[in-house]
Structure formats: C-alpha cells, structure tokens
C-alpha cells in the first residue's frame, strides 16, 4: 500500500473551465490516492520519517503508539499506513467528523478519542496536548502541524510531479489550507523552478465554515510549519461558493469531490477567468483533496452502524 502513494493523475477540468478556455485549470486529483486523499502523502512521510529516527518501531510491541489529532483525513490515512507498517495508531479528532471517516479509521485497527465538537480541529489539539503531558512515555506524538515532514512529502511528490508534468506551462498553483502542508511543500518546489509560478493559498472566509479540513488562520491557531511569505496571494472563499463548485464538478465533471475541492477550484476558476478577460495565457493547476462519498452518511445496511 505504501508504495501505491503519489503519481496522481492531473487532469482538464474542460466544463468548469469552460469561460476561460486560453488558461487550463487541471486537477491533481489527490482523492486519487489508496486512503483517498492529499493526506496520504502526509500520513506516510510522518510515519516513515519516525521509524528511520528510531521513535516508532514497526511490529515490536515496544513501539510507542503514534497519536496526532486530525479532523479525519489524516486519521484515515494514519490507520491505513500504520496497519500496512505495524504501527500502533491513536486518533484524536472532534465528535462530528463524518461517521464514514471514523468507521474507516477503525476498520484498519486505529483507537480513537473525540474531542469537543464546538471546538473544531483546535480542541483536538488541545487533547493531545493534555494526553502528551501525562502520557509521553506511550506515545509518539505526530504532530502534523509541526512536522517538517508533512510538507517535505509535497516537496518531494505534489510537487515534483506538478512540474514534471506541465512544468514548461503552469503559471498559477491552487491549494486549500489546512495544516498547510500542501501549499507550503509545493510551493517551496515549483518556486524553485526557472519561471514564475503564482501560488494561491485558499481558506474559509468565515470562521464556522462549512469547508472540512480547511482552516481560517485569522481565527484558528496557526500551524508552525506555515509560513506567511510563501503563498503569493491568499483568496478567502465561502462556505456557499465551495459546496455549489464540488456539486457542478460532480454534475459536469464527473468528479465527485469534497467542499474543500470545490472551494480550490472556485478560486482556481476565478483566477483563470481573471487571466483570460485580460487577454492573457495560462495554465492552473489546482489540488482536488478528497472524494465526496467520504461526506455521505452511513447506509442502513452497514452491519456495525447502531440507529
Ligand atoms: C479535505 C481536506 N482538504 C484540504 C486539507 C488541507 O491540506 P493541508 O493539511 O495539507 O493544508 C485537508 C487536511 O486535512 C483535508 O482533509
């Protein structure tokens, strides 16, 4: 499973785009990944990164327990890749993340803990903060938001494979914001390209959004891996304008995604129209981040779900 990450396809999006049809937009669709998200990449760097320094040891029992809080995607892909790698996995995430995201991580063996569903991805922050204060001896913690090995794993992959494949053409990058790894790894690698490629980081306008695994700044605690010079702009996008964009790219694109995607790409289809109605060329490239049936609730026949 491991070696199934990454190399994900990049493809027109022909209709969404269609009002700007000189400057592409093409999805890198992460959703593609086995764990079905850009989070994958995170997931995997971490754990690699913590086995080859000794912290986790895959298959002894000795080994510490890997714990991070996550608002489900990185859970999903924690459970995956520490049941493919031997790693004991503890999640913490708030008590309304989707059922699916939590049926899922429990289905590959990973214990959780939910934190306080009004506080979001910060109160489950807080949790593992509190359990790492008086457990450190069990665990490892993670930390995804301080990792220099979540966006290292953007930096070696998202965004190599960008540049490998439209490298000669792409002159803007499209990613939400979350633990920001995504946009700063990839970005600190298509800045090192010959030509200058804008790079927009896009976040919830509101602070109670609607755009899962995305983050305000301006109210959140903002990760330490983040740094503010390296987006070259930032658009701020509603909760309202995310959702209408994830229902058309499923109805035009056939390309069911979730709101954060939607979010992303009506940034990135703003930003090409910007571009056309000035008479300019270009190509986006915007991350599609996870698939939509992750947002679907439990159907009744699913044996384990209690009504
Ligand atoms: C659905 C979704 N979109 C976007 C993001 C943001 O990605 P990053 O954490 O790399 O900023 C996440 C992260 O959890 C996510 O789950």
């Known amino acids: 499973m491991t070696e199934a990450v990454g190399r994900t396809p990049l493809v027109r999006l022909r209709n969404v785009g269609r009002n700007a049809p000189d400057v592409p937009i093409y999805a890198k669709l992460e959703l593609a990944n086995p764990g079905g998200s850009v989070k994958d990449r995170a997931a995997l760097g971490i754990l690699r ?52 995201r939590k049926d899922i991580a429990r289905a590959f063996g990973a214990e959780l803990t939910f934190s306080d569903r009004l506080e979001g991805s910060d109160g489950a922050i807080r949790v593992v903060a509190e ?25 070696e992959g998202t965004g190599a494979e960008i540049l490998e494949a439209v490298g000669d053409r792409i002159t803007h990058f499209v990613a939400g914001i979350g633990t920001t790894g995504t946009m700063m790894g990839t970005t600190r690698r298509l800045k090192e390209w010959g030509r200058p490629i804008r790079c927009v980081a896009v976040q919830p306008a509101e602070a109670l959004h609607g755009l899962d695994g995305l983050k305000n700044l301006e109210s959140a605690l903002v990760p330490a891996i983040y740094d503010p010079k ?26 069911h995604v979730g709101h954060s995607t939607g979010a992303n790409v009506h940034a990135a289809v703003k930003i090409a129209e910007e571009v056309q109605a000035k008479g300019g060329r270009g190509l986006v490239v915007v991350i599609a981040c996870d698939r939509g049936d992750r947002y679907f609730a439990p159907v009744k026949w699913e044996r384990k779900t209690v009504w």
């Open 49 to 100: 990164a913590a086995i080859a320094s000794g912290d986790l040891k895959p298959g002894d029992p000795s080994s510490k327990t890997l714990i991070d809080a996550t608002s489900g995607n990185t859970g999903v892909a924690y459970a995956m890749y520490g049941a493919a790698l031997g790693v004991p996995i503890r999640l913490v995430m708030p008590a309304n993340v989707s059922q699916a």
């Open 131 to 155: 359990m790492m204060k008086t457990e450190s001896a069990r665990f490892f913690h993670a930390d995804q938001y301080s990792n220099p090995a979540n966006p290292q794993a953007h930096y």
């Open 230 to 255: 390296l987006p070259d702009e930032t658009r701020f996008i509603g909760t309202e304008d995310g959702w209408t964009m994830a229902d058309r790219l499923a109805c035009e694109e056939g390309l």
